[in-house]
């Protein structure tokens, strides 16, 4: 030890002289090789409805995790929003993200970038969303297209005043319950017009929603409505005429369901009014309806299933976050889709626009709530089905419910013709993109 030492006394300035060469040596290499830094990324992100707000401060905290990727929201006007899509993607500057309905997935499936191999397993995606989001967002061949949001359904809105003065305690849960009530809840003059309906049921025109809750009683008994993978419907001519006369009798003045017609006012501003015990919509529509009318006694309720039914059918309403095919980097962008579909940040969301959650360990957290509990437990038996072209056939739906409704037309004839059109709808779409999927 005393040997050691006496070397370090003798040797002390040759061993300063050598940490400092060390030193130096170790500077200059790391000037030289400097660590390297994260490549700064930009991503465009298309939305409807949310406002900046929103998005603001989640790309913030997305941010604060990954400094190296910025996203630049815009807020795009909902009318144009398609066809601003479609030019955009043609002249490749589009966005890297956007938001697309649940319905237009199939439609789209041209223009979006997949789920990174890896990222995010298919257990994993199914055991954390709810059956429909697997059913919208995953293709033939199993690779994931996007992220929900939220997730909303077709509610039952009834005015809890009116169901008091028809001695009605709760809103119906079945089609024979409900058909009952609106006879007890529709009230007519000595002429027979109607002053006060049971429900907001049995046109388009004046019926929000009305396609909707016309291919949700297709659902409920058990069709598919489009079969891509056969490209034709399942639908036949017989029970489009059966399905299709259930909705509009509620619009036929010899039928015992009469409790709505062409004179009453849109469905939505009649039930604002008073003037409509039930119609079907969607949870968004409550705060539209509270500045509508504040004091108006009302709440929501699940929509009515078939008698003795096995299981419940509800009908999905979303939207997600996909990925551009165009995108440069989609791994960036995938990065943030899945980071915002993490428990926490997906409840912000939530919060910050006042919807239901699409992750199923979220539902209890929202079972109580008063507008979006009904929601929460529709969702486990959400479905959707495959909307080709979303627009054409909603106006295809809505154009024989009216020709029936008001126009008085043959019912067998308006169902045959409908069938007719939804086959060459579905042969002439040229999009089999999603379908190919699972051929390649």
Known sequence: MSNFLSFLIKNK??????????????IVFGLRNPKPKQQKIDLTMWGIFDNSDV??????????????????????????????????????DGPDIFIIPNNWVVKHSDKLKPAPDGSIGLKQYQDTFVDAVFQDFVSPNKKIFGIPLYMNSLVLYWNKDLFAQAKIPNP????KEFVNDVQFLTEKDENGNIVQSGAAMGTAKNVNRACDILTLLMLQNGFKIIDLPHKKTDLNSDNFQKILGFYTDFANPNSQAYAWNMRQHYSIDAF??????????????????????????????????????????????????VVSRHCQSPQAAWTFLLWLSQKQHSLEY???????????????????????????????????WTKIRPKAIESLFNQSIDQAAINHQSISLIADQAIHSLNLMIQNFKNYDWINLGRK
């Open 272 to 321: 604002a009014e008073g003037k409509v015990a039930m119609m079907f919509n969607y949870s968004y529509l409550v705060p539209i309806l509270r500045t509508k009318e504040p004091y108006l006694n009302f709440g929501l309720s699940a929509f009515p299933q078939l008698e003795n039914t096995q299981r419940k059918i509800y009908l999905a309403h979303y939207r997600g976050l």
């Open 172 to 175: 119906p849960k079945t089609w």
């Open 55 to 92: 998005w603001r401060k989640l790309i913030g905290e997305f941010r604060g995790k990954y400094p190296n990727i910025n996203i630049h929201y815009i807020k795009k006007n909902f009318d144009t929003y398609e066809g601003d899509l479609i030019n955009s993607m043609a002249a490749e």
């Open 350 to 384: 939530l919060k910050l626009t006042q919807q239901a959650p699409a992750r199923r360990d979220l539902i209890p957290q929202f079972i109580q709530d008063l507008n979006l509990g009904v929601v929460a437990q529709e969702s486990i038996n959400a479905v959707s």
């Open 13 to 26: 300035k040759l061993i300063i002289i050598g940490v400092l060469v060390i030193f130096a040596v170790v």
